[in-house]
Every structure is written in structure tokens, then in C-alpha cells.
């Protein structure tokens, strides 16, 4: 069976940077795009991007372009959303997903909570 | 960027009662080379990650009751709950993976409550 474990949740300041992880098992980790989705708190889901671990090809929602890095470590089949300069605005509820064809989300993590206060 | 818009935002349905949601894109989502639409619905309870209910708009996921049903094609979607049960309330969203450019965007949500 296919599961993503998510790291544990994070308090940071604003300001600071934060890699979070995703540690998929029971699949084929190079053969499927692993993505991210953030929720902040009462509000919908916003697609942040989706990695393809085989060859790295990545892609980024323009509204996070810039503001995140997603990246994979094929040795580990785990992949990682670093969020840097963290702002308040950036507390949320971080989920990973599999989607074998770059479409829908079969599987999902239990969540990463991103708490930034002072 | 491809606009998901969902209707109504909330809904109150007695239970055995039939719920119906709607979702609606900005453009179409259909890939006729496939003929497929290219639309996902989710459920998502409070404190869990979303769930898959559909893909391919209609398209059932693997263990989702056959009391749900996805249809539509082209930019009009509907996810209809024919009888429904307690353990349906949960807010349900679409997503289009149409197009990656702009992101694969989601609906706004729709909480579904029991009468």
C-alpha cells in the first residue's frame, strides 16, 4: 500500500526558512510526480507545485514560483518543500500527494502544520 | 489561469436526502484527444488530509460508495450524493489538472452539513 508520511509539525519565526519532508513507501517513487498543497487555516487548497522524482522535472504555480523549493532524494524516496523568508501569511496546514500522471491526487500525507509567529 | 468556482459554498441536505454540488472552470478541461476531462473531486473531513472521490470527472476511486457520482464535461461538473449519510458531511472540492501552467487549481470548497 502507498504511503506518504509528512515530517513533523514546525514553530519558526518570520524571517527564517524551513524544508519540510514527505516520505513516500509502497510505490514506484520515480514513477509517479509527487506534489504539494498548502491550507491555511479555514480556507481551501492551493496547488504549490509537483516534482517528478525520476528526472527532477518541476513545476511551480505561479503564486509560489520563487517562494518555495521543491525537490526529491531518489535514495530515500522522499521529497521536500523548502519555504524560505517565512512570513505570518505562511501558517498553514502543508499537505503532500502522489498523482500518477501529473493529474489527480490519489494519496496524501497527514499534513505538515507551518506555524510563523514572532 | 483556469477558475474553479464551485456552487453553493455551504449545503444543508436531511439525511436519505440527495446532495448535489457543482463545479465550474473558466475554461474547458476537456482534452479531446483523449476525450476526457480533466477534473477531480475530493472530499475532505475535519483534521484529515483530503480525499480522491473522482478523476477523469467520473471516474470512481477506488473504495467510494456507489452513492456518489461525478458527471459533466467540458467546463460544468456536478457531484451528486444520492441518500445521504452522516459520515458525508465534509467540505468537497474540484481541481482541474488541465493545465500545469498556472497550476493545477482547486474550487473554493463546498461544506456540506445535515439538515
Known amino acids: 500500500e502507498v504511503q506518504l508520511v509528512q515530517s513533523g509539525a514546525e514553530v519558526k519565526k518570520p524571517g527564517e526558512s524551513l524544508k519540510i519532508s514527505c516520505k513516500v513507501s509502497?510505490?514506484?517513487?520515480?514513477?509517479?510526480?509527487i506534489g504539494w498543497v498548502r491550507q491555511k487555516p479555514g480556507k481551501s487548497l492551493e496547488w504549490i507545485g509537483i516534482?517528478?522524482?525520476?528526472?527532477?522535472?518541476?513545476r511551480y504555480s505561479p503564486s509560489f514560483q520563487g517562494q518555495v523549493i521543491i525537490s526529491a532524494d531518489k535514495s530515500v524516496t522522499t521529497a521536500f518543500l523548502q519555504l524560505t523568508s517565512l512570513k505570518a501569511a505562511d501558517t498553514a496546514m502543508y499537505y503532500c500527494?502522489?498523482?500518477?500522471?501529473?493529474?489527480?491526487?490519489?494519496?496524501w500525507g497527514q499534513g505538515t502544520l507551518i506555524t510563523v509567529s514572532s | 489561469d483556469i477558475v474553479m468556482t464551485q456552487s453553493p459554498d455551504s449545503l444543508a441536505v436531511s439525511l436519505g436526502e440527495r446532495a448535489t454540488i457543482n463545479c465550474k472552470s473558466s475554461?474547458?478541461?476537456?482534452?479531446?484527444?483523449?476525450?476526457?476531462?480533466?477534473l477531480a473531486w475530493y472530499q475532505q473531513k475535519p483534521g484529515q488530509p483530503p480525499k480522491l472521490l473522482f478523476y477523469?470527472?467520473?471516474t470512481r476511486a477506488s473504495g467510494v460508495p456507489d452513492r456518489f457520482s461525478g458527471s459533466g464535461s467540458g467546463t460544468d461538473f456536478t457531484l451528486t450524493i444520492t441518500s445521504l449519510q452522516a459520515e458525508d458531511v465534509a467540505v468537497y472540492y474540484c481541481?482541474?489538472?488541465?493545465?500545469?501552467?498556472?497550476?493545477?487549481?482547486f474550487g473554493q470548497g463546498t461544506k456540506l452539513e445535515i439538515k
Open positions: 481541481q482541474q489538472y488541465y493545465s500545469v501552467a498556472p497550476g493545477y487549481t
Open positions: 509502497g510505490d514506484t517513487f520515480t514513477n509517479d510526480w
Open positions: 475554461q474547458s478541461v476537456l482534452y479531446s484527444a483523449h476525450n476526457k476531462s480533466y
Open positions: 477523469w470527472a467520473s
Open positions: 500527494a502522489r498523482s500518477p500522471a501529473a493529474s489527480h491526487w490519489d494519496y
Open positions: 516534482i517528478y522524482p525520476g528526472d527532477s522535472d518541476t
